[in-house]
């Protein structure tokens, strides 16, 4: 098991790739009755891909929406983490230091077929496909600090959009692809701000004194999803894409992080932070109601992505996984 010694270090020392990443996680987060609801016909047999401790390392699992049939897609002793599915469902891109530094990687659905994409010295992180499935929207710190980048899909014509003294972080796109969401703190707190896709324009769509983060796009375009600490706790709250008629959803006695639509915008994935080592992985309706708990909250379960084309286990014994929509066509 990799040891949790310390939760900030020294840029000088070598770091720690687990206790790295989840300083990377309580630094996201900083800056109940459980009721099942009705699914959606065009959400049954949906999966939610996500990073977790539970193994005594960080891997990228699979679970149902009611957080039944969990499967470890990596299951490598190195960090993976920061799942985001193609929008076909057929593909994840994800960050892994199997190569000894944190770059960002992609593999195929059922955890088959892993490529990196970037090689460059530094922390290559929160991969976010474009609605298209041509570019992957990054952040890396590759310059000293955090800016947003984009890239081919294939990892080619690596691009800085936001090339700023600030730290740039957790982009987010536009269902069209014509703009980008992230947060940064360019103008002394962290807010939600949105650029076009080339980087240009940004708009500061919170500009509020509390701290504001991780925006997450709705599929339909009219909303954001963020986190806010204006209350004195990080909870996710929705404004439309203006940054107007802001509304709090969630009312834990936790910090709260990772907001995350799924693909019929009727749903959002959240993470509930109990303490250092505990942080579980809920789903809400879009306006707060109908709450599942989807991972048990002994282990780190952190940063849901909803996948497109659901994945069914063929067995236990080392199978690979079978996409569950080619099995239906197939019948």
């Known amino acids: 098991m990799k040891t949790q010694a310390t939760l900030m270090m020294n840029r000088s020392e ?4 687990l206790t790295h990443i989840i300083s990377l996680i309580l630094a996201a987060v900083c800056w109940i009755t459980v009721s099942q609801g009705e699914a959606p016909a065009q959400m049954e ?22 957080g039944s049939d969990p499967i470890n ?33 992609v593999m195929n659905a ?53 090339n700023h003294p600030a730290k740039d972080r957790m982009a987010s796109w536009s269902p069209d692809g014509g703009q980008i969401a992230f947060h940064s703190n360019r103008d002394g707190n962290f807010e939600i701000y949105k ?48 940054g107007i008629h802001r509304a709090n959803l969630t009312k834990f006695k936790a910090e709260e992080s990772f907001p995350a639509w799924s693909p ?6 959240f993470v509930a932070h109990y303490d250092r080592y505990h942080a579980t992985i809920y789903t809400m309706d879009a306006d707060g109601g109908a709450l599942v708990s989807l991972t048990d909250g002994h282990s780190i379960d952190v940063s849901p992505a909803w996948l497109p084309v659901a994945l069914r286990a063929v067995s236990s ?4 996984l079978t996409q569950w929509g080619m099995i239906k066509r197939r019948q």
Request: no cysteine; proline share 7%.
């Open 317 to 320: 014994e080392g199978r690979l």
């Open 264 to 269: 019929d915008g009727t749903q959002l994935a």
């Open 73 to 105: 897609l990596t299951n490598h002793p190195a960090v993976d983490a920061f799942p985001s599915a193609s929008p076909d469902g057929k593909r994840i891109a994800f960050v892994s230091t199997r190569d000894g530094d944190f770059e960002i990687y």
């Open 45 to 66: 047999g949906m999966r939610i891909a996500f990073h977790s401790t539970r193994d005594d390392n960080l891997d990228i699992f699979t679970v149902t929406r009611d």
């Open 110 to 162: 059922n955890g088959t077929n892993i490529t990196r994409i970037t090689n460059q010295p530094g922390f290559d992180t929160s991969p976010r496909w474009s609605p298209n499935g041509r570019q992957i929207a990054f952040e890396s710190d590759r310059t000293g600090i955090f800016d947003i980048y984009v890239m081919d899909a294939d990892g080619r014509n690596q691009v800085n959009l936001t």
């Open 14 to 17: 070598k770091p720690n790739p």
């Open 195 to 242: 650029m076009n896709a080339d980087g240009s324009a940004p708009v500061n769509l919170t500009n509020h004194p509390d701290g504001d983060s991780s925006p997450s796009w709705s599929p339909d375009g009219s909303r954001i999803a963020f986190v806010s600490n204006r209350h004195g706790i990080n909870r996710v709250y929705i404004m439309d894409d203006e």
